[in-house]
């Protein structure tokens, strides 16, 4: 588990794609905490704006710790998607030559390892590197069923043996997803993402390749064991349900606590609407899963 | 590893789809051995009428026992591809009733739990179940580099990984395969099968979601360890070699003697001409991997 550190000082928001980094300034402005926020380029969106905030380009390390120093951030949350940087769009200023050696473990292994590589560069600076539930508990997904609908028994198994598959998996630094119906494991996700992943089981379901009629099977996130929680928690949001709704899966359920859910309303919303269950399964009492 | 019982009687093949069930039927010619094939309809080739055969339907238990009684195959080889029946398509007839029981394990579980029941089925019927490699072991792929092309160290390590997460997964009964990129597990096979993982890759690829350029990474395949290996091992071909060649993978390898290459000679040259590589990985020495 990542260390529950209080946040005291201003606070830095490095922020890449999607609503989160929006939703983690939101939540330090409701607290009362100042905030920067540095946007990547050609990742963050636009809507960071409306906070204070820098915007850099891939590579321009100088003017990210200047901006952290100008506003006094040695408190940072990471946050938001990332895509593998284009090399063109790369521009490496004179604070990345003086990382060099940092840049270059970047190319190598996994993201897990890649993801640590990031949050120990930053430590050995002197900054605290936050997880966004830190700063917004209620963006974690919480333990029991979130909507209206609760998983069968059979469904509770099919959750279990995916459990097992993604944790056998995450021990190598692979993939934070699988989808098992009825006993069978259907898909296992790595590098193309959860997305991907619940398109081609609706496609299998279609080719008639899957088992089961009407609802069935589950779709199951967690982190990998052991994985930095502090920078890349699986996120779930309305898209995922339904892109499980498409493949014909009976719902969906997460690690309580370790699984981040950007639009909370509208992702149990979306559930309801399509009669999947929504559930947080604690995985903290099976200790070192 | 199967037993390797001496094949004396007559030989019953049990078949499938593809080219597999003929080139076992040639094989056993050239040994001199009598031999039946039981055709399954809609997914064995016509190709086996030039052999004494029976075709039979999805459920025909008894005409399958009658062919198999009636031409004294006390020795049985179950090889070729099989699709999960159609429902509508499926014919029971008075034998099937008889067996009703075992008919009904088959719809439960992953595909070796399905595999090993059909084995037991048999033997508890007295036949002696056999690999395809126990009567063409030029079938098996053997050790070492079989084409032009060797591995490379960085390609080695590849293959390490890939062996070691397609092992883990096996353990759970899930897949038989998985493609690394320079230490990055890319694609992990579950029900879709191995060209539709290769198919992903490539797009991957393009959408430069993978690294690396040029000919880099590999698709491993082996056996899951524990799986029924005398009715279900993996096999390669030339079309597995060219969807590897397009997703920019660098070679192929897999378990030596425990993956069937059913078109030896054009899958060697499918490698050789796209400039990959084909490697048999021996695996005993890791006992218990």
Redesign the interface.
């Known amino acids: 588990m990542q260390e529950k550190e209080k946040i005291k000082g201003p606070l830095g928001i490095i922020a890449g794609g999607g609503q989160l980094p929006c939703v983690v300034a939101e939540a330090a402005e409701a607290r009362g905490l100042p905030l920067h926020i540095v946007g990547i380029r050609g990742e963050a969106s636009p809507a960071i704006e409306r906070f204070p905030h820098t915007w850099i380009k891939w590579g321009e390390f100088g003017k990210l710790f200047g901006a952290l120093n100008d506003n006094a951030c040695r408190d940072l949350v990471i946050i938001g998607g990332v895509?593998?940087p284009?090399p063109s769009n790369i521009r490496l200023d004179l604070g990345a030559l003086k990382n060099l050696p940092f840049l270059l473990t970047l190319?190598?292994?996994?993201d897990d390892h890649v993801l640590s590589n990031v949050v120990r560069f930053f430590e050995k600076k002197g900054y605290r590197v936050h997880g966004a539930g830190d700063v917004v508990p209620e963006l974690l997904v919480e333990e029991g069923v979130l909507g209206k609908i609760a998983p069968s028994a059979a469904d509770r198994a099919d959750i279990e043996?995916a459990f097992?598959?993604v944790d056998?998996?995450g021990?190598?630094?692979?993939?934070q997803a699988?989808?098992v119906i009825?006993?069978?494991?259907?898909?296992?996700?790595?590098?193309?993402g959860t997305d991907?992943m619940l398109d081609?089981c609706a496609a299998?379901r279609v080719s008639?390749?899957?088992?089961g009629q009407g609802r069935t099977g589950v779709l199951v996130k967690m982190p990998k064991p052991g994985q930095e929680e502090r920078v890349d928690l699986p996120t779930i949001g309305p898209e995922t349900i339904k892109k499980a709704s498409a493949a014909g899966l009976a719902g969906v359920a997460v690690a309580a606590g370790r699984v981040l859910m950007a639009e909370r309303g509208a992702t149990i919303e979306a559930a309801n609407q399509n009669g999947l269950f929504l559930f947080g399964q604690d995985l903290t009492a099976e200790s070192d899963r």
């Open positions: 895509t593998r284009d190319g190598k292994g996994g043996l097992t598959v056998a998996l021990r190598l630094d692979v993939g699988a989808v009825k006993g069978y494991v259907v898909a296992v996700e790595a590098a193309e991907a081609r299998l008639g390749r899957t088992r």
